[in-house]
C-alpha cells in the first residue's frame, strides 16, 4: 500500500542529540567544570537514558516523563565526571538541554516536502513539551504529537506504535516508522508498520552511529531528503 503517514523517531534521526547536550553542557558547567569534555559528558548521560526508561518498561515504576528521568540520572554522570557544587537552577536548566537540540541539516526542508503528501508525527521517547520545544526551535510542523507522552510507556513497548496507528487512522502498512535506529524499526515492524531507516553516521560522534540499516527495512535513506525523494514528494 502507499505510505499515507509518517512516523519519526526525533533523538538522533531528527536531532543531533550529542552536540546540542555537549554545547550546553560546556556552556552551563563552565564555572565548575572549564575543561569539561561536553561530548563525552553527553555520552555518558545518554548511556543511562535506557536503563532510566526500563524502570517504567518493566513496570517497576508508573509512567514518568523523560525530562524528570534525566533529572534523575544527572547527579550520577556529575559525580563520574568530579563536578559538584552545581546550583539547583543549573541542574534544572541543563535538564533542559534537551529541549534546545538543533536539527540535522537537511530535516526542516524535507520535513515540508512529506508533509505535502503525508500526515507526520513524532513517536519520541519525548514527551509533548519536549516535542513541542524541539519543533519550535527547529521550524517543524507536525500533525500530530504521539509517542511516550501520548502512551504513557516508552519504546519499544508495543503502545507507542498501536497508539499511533490508531490515531492517525490509516492501516499498519500505510504508516511509515522514520528513525535512524534499526531496533526501533525492529519493534515497528513486528506491529505491521512499514519502516524507513535514516543512516546518521555521525550521532555518537567518534563512536559514529548506523549508516545503514540492520534488520530488514522497507526503506533505506541516506538522510530525510533522500527518504523524500525516494516518497517522490
Given at each position: 500500500m502507499a505510505v499515507r503517514a509518517l512516523i519519526f523517531d526525533v533523538f538522533g534521526t531528527l536531532v543531533d542529540w550529542r552536540s546540542?547536550?555537549?554545547?550546553?553542557?560546556?556552556?552551563?558547567?563552565?564555572?565548575?567544570?572549564?575543561?569539561?569534555?561536553?561530548?563525552?559528558?553527553?555520552?555518558a548521560w545518554r548511556a543511562r537514558y535506557g536503563p532510566s526508561m526500563e524502570t517504567v518498561r518493566s513496570g517497576a515504576r508508573g509512567y514518568v516523563d523523560l525530562d524528570a528521568l534525566q533529572a534523575e540520572s544527572l547527579p550520577a554522570v556529575l559525580a563520574a565526571f568530579g563536578?559538584?557544587?552545581v546550583p539547583e537552577a543549573v541542574l534544572a536548566d541543563?535538564?533542559?538541554?534537551?529541549?534546545?537540540?538543533?536539527?540535522?541539516?537537511?530535516?526542516?526542508?524535507?520535513?515540508?516536502?512529506l508533509r505535502a503528501?503525508?500526515?507526520?508525527?513524532?513517536?519520541?521517547?519525548?514527551?509533548?513539551?519536549?516535542?513541542?520545544?524541539?519543533?519550535?526551535?527547529?521550524g517543524f510542523t507536525f500533525d500530530a504529537i504521539l509517542g511516550a507522552g501520548y502512551s504513557r510507556d516508552y519504546k519499544p513497548k508495543p503502545a507507542l506504535y498501536r497508539d499511533a496507528v490508531a490515531t492517525l487512522g490509516f492501516s499498519a502498512?500505510?504508516?511509515?516508522?522514520?528513525?535512524?535506529?534499526?531496533?526501533?524499526?525492529?519493534?515497528?515492524?513486528?506491529?505491521?508498520?512499514?519502516?524507513?531507516?535514516?543512516?546518521?553516521?555521525?550521532?555518537h560522534g567518534p563512536a559514529g552511529g548506523e549508516t545503514a540499516p540492520g534488520v530488514p527495512a522497507t526503506y533505506a535513506a541516506a538522510d530525510l531528503a533522500d527518504l523524500a525523494r525516494q516518497l517522490g514528494v
Amino acid at each position: 500500500m502507499a505510505v499515507r503517514a509518517l512516523i519519526f523517531d526525533v533523538f538522533g534521526t531528527l536531532v543531533d542529540w550529542r552536540s546540542g547536550v555537549a554545547r550546553e553542557a560546556e556552556q552551563l558547567l563552565a564555572p565548575y567544570a572549564p575543561q569539561l569534555d561536553g561530548g563525552a559528558f553527553a555520552d555518558a548521560w545518554r548511556a543511562r537514558y535506557g536503563p532510566s526508561m526500563e524502570t517504567v518498561r518493566s513496570g517497576a515504576r508508573g509512567y514518568v516523563d523523560l525530562d524528570a528521568l534525566q533529572a534523575e540520572s544527572l547527579p550520577a554522570v556529575l559525580a563520574a565526571f568530579g563536578i559538584d557544587g552545581v546550583p539547583e537552577a543549573v541542574l534544572a536548566d541543563l535538564v533542559l538541554a534537551w529541549h534546545r537540540l538543533d536539527a540535522w541539516p537537511e530535516v526542516p526542508d524535507a520535513l515540508v516536502r512529506l508533509r505535502a503528501a503525508h500526515l507526520l508525527a513524532p513517536v519520541s521517547n519525548g514527551h509533548v513539551r519536549l516535542m513541542v520545544d524541539l519543533a519550535r526551535r527547529n521550524g517543524f510542523t507536525f500533525d500530530a504529537i504521539l509517542g511516550a507522552g501520548y502512551s504513557r510507556d516508552y519504546k519499544p513497548k508495543p503502545a507507542l506504535y498501536r497508539d499511533a496507528v490508531a490515531t492517525l487512522g490509516f492501516s499498519a502498512s500505510e504508516t511509515l516508522m522514520v528513525a535512524a535506529h534499526s531496533l526501533d524499526l525492529a519493534a515497528a515492524a513486528q506491529h505491521g508498520l512499514a519502516t524507513a531507516h535514516i543512516a546518521r553516521p555521525r550521532e555518537h560522534g567518534p563512536a559514529g552511529g548506523e549508516t545503514a540499516p540492520g534488520v530488514p527495512a522497507t526503506y533505506a535513506a541516506a538522510d530525510l531528503a533522500d527518504l523524500a525523494r525516494q516518497l517522490g514528494v
